[in-house]
Antibody, heavy 126, light 107 residues
Framework: EVQLVESGGGLVQPGGSLRLSCAAS????????MNWVRQAPGKGLEWVSY????????YYADSVKGRFTISRDNAKNSLYLQMNSLRAEDTAVYYC???????????????????WGQGTLVTVSS | DIQMTQSPSSLSASVGDRVTITCQAS??????LNWYQQKPGKAPKLLIY???NLETGVPSRFSGSGSGTDFTFTISSLQPEDIATYYC?????????FGGGTKVEIK
């Protein structure tokens, strides 16, 4: 059974830092792409960051670029999000989400997001 | 970034009604579109992938159609347990984007 379990959320002051973790099990973690997606209270879903299976390709939303760093440790089946210079608007539930790479005869097509963790709440407040 | 415009933002329907939600992409995304169901306090659950494929274990009253820029999600006969917020999501671009969500309520 695929499982993604986030941890590391909590209350932090504006300007502070926090490191989120996502522990993966039930699948070959090193073969899958991963994302962080967040949801502010009462709001919709916002993609935060992407990392390829090897970690060689990384993307960020403009709203977090320069402040957040995504990484992974395939030996530990774990995904991370280092969040620095936190702002009140970063308050949200943060989800890790797996993407399954898709291929055809021409090669790589895209990654299909399929499984999500249950999320961890980050509250930025003084 | 690819913008996803979802409508309506909310709807109220009776049990047994047919419910339709639309999602429009700002550019051609082929069929790289997911539909999710999210209940309060829970993670989104994948219902439909590749615009029209039903995820394993999802009831057949849920369906999706479309390609390119225009997509439709349908609940053929609304059930009380379908009360939730539904989101579309494109994955043509790895910078994933979501529609704004549709909150479905029982009339």
């Amino acid at each position: 059974e695929v499982q993604l379990v986030e941890s590391g959320g909590g209350l932090v002051q504006p300007g502070g830092s926090l490191r989120l973790s996502c522990a993966a099990s039930g699948f070959t973690f090193s073969s899958y792409e991963m994302n962080w997606v967040r949801q502010a209270p009462g709001k919709g879903l916002e993609w935060v960051s992407y990392i390829s299976s090897s970690g060689s390709t990384i993307y960020y939303a403009d709203s977090v670029k320069g402040r957040f760093t995504i990484s992974r440790d395939n030996a530990k089946n774990s995904l991370y999000l280092q969040m620095n210079s936190l702002r009140a608007e970063d308050t949200a539930v943060y989800y890790c989400a797996r993407s399954t790479p898709r291929y055809d005869s021409s090669g790589y097509l895209t990654g299909l997001p399929d499984y999500w963790g249950q999320g961890t709440l980050v509250t930025v407040s003084s | 970034d690819i913008q996803m415009t979802q409508s309506p933002s909310s709807l109220s329907a009776s049990v047994g009604d047919r419910v339709t939600i639309t999602c429009q992409a700002s550019q051609d995304i082929s069929n790289y579109l997911n539909w999710y169901q999210q209940k309060p306090g829970k993670a989104p659950k994948l219902l439909i992938y590749d615009a029209s494929n039903l995820e394993t274990g999802v009831p057949s009253r849920f369906s999706g159609s479309g390609s390119g820029t225009d997509f439709t999600f349908t609940i053929s006969s609304l059930q009380p347990e379908d009360i939730a917020t539904y989101y579309c999501q494109q994955y043509d671009n790895l910078r994933l984007t979501f529609g704004g969500g549709t909150k479905v309520e029982i009339k």
